[in-house]
């Protein structure tokens, strides 16, 4: 059976996010899971090809937007994890983006997939620090860190 | 007359940004200005409804990209000006983005034009680094920094 994705635990009604909703028919749709280890998350994306910001090159605002939903998916799943608990048990935890920095490291290229891997540095109360390498073909092309933090439940519960 | 935005006199071959390519018909399409004053730029979008984060809500990612955009376009402005050209003389200059920080100020409501104002705080050789301030209904929802370098011949040659 293949592994669930972090974005296939989310609440229905918590599901339309452009970037990582599995219910939002316009949308990214990204995948995040952990690694082998469980250490590490992992995420592959290949933009389409009216993704570009310059010929033959991936736009930076997508680059952006992965990195920030793989982050919060990944900030989701640590704290479950923390909280000794399943990723299908309520409430659901689902994190916001307080701050987001990319650091483009070089163009990156169309056509191939981009991997995305995912370590939590910090995890404290509601707020989790995810760091985030992007590769293309091995090589990286994009470094990010997001400061996550629980969404206040009042964003959160269904209306 | 209107006004000419900054991304309508960027040649053909370089104007399939997604986030602000007038040729990208998937695109976002941003269009940016000098304000009145010739200070400060400006830029109005409107995300479609399923920009969505969480419901409500302005996903994340657009808010990244469409600050990048706008910055990446006032970078290219301010460089004409320091060089005393006007925007439509070759070589065209385009900017890439080095690095783009953004803080996440509060949630950011959909359904209303998003208000961005930009100012050059740094210009220096090719790179430029610009401030970008977000707002929804004259509240400020986020806030961003771009460094922005001019992007290498090799890349903006048509081929």
């Not at 923390?82 to 309520?90: F, I, K, S």
């Amino acid at each position: 059976m293949p592994q669930k994705a972090f974005q296939d635990y989310y609440p229905d009604h918590l599901s339309y996010c452009y970037g990582c909703g599995r219910l939002n028919e316009h949308g990214l749709q990204i995948k995040s899971y952990w690694d082998e280890n469980g250490e590490e998350t992992v995420c592959s994306f290949t933009p389409r090809d009216y993704h570009i910001a310059i010929p033959g090159y991936v736009y930076g605002g997508l680059i952006a937007s992965i990195i920030d939903c793989h982050a919060t998916g990944t900030a989701a799943a640590a704290a479950y994890r923390v909280a000794g608990r399943e990723m299908d048990t309520l409430p659901a935890f689902r994190f916001l983006t307080a701050a987001l920095h990319v650091d483009y490291l070089r163009p990156t290229p169309l056509n191939v997939p981009l991997n995305l891997r995912a370590r939590v540095k910090e995890i404290k109360g509601r707020k989790v620090v995810v760091s985030v390498h992007l590769y293309a073909k091995d090589e990286e092309c994009a470094r990010g860190e997001v400061i996550a933090v629980q969404a206040p439940d009042e964003l959160t519960t269904k209306l």
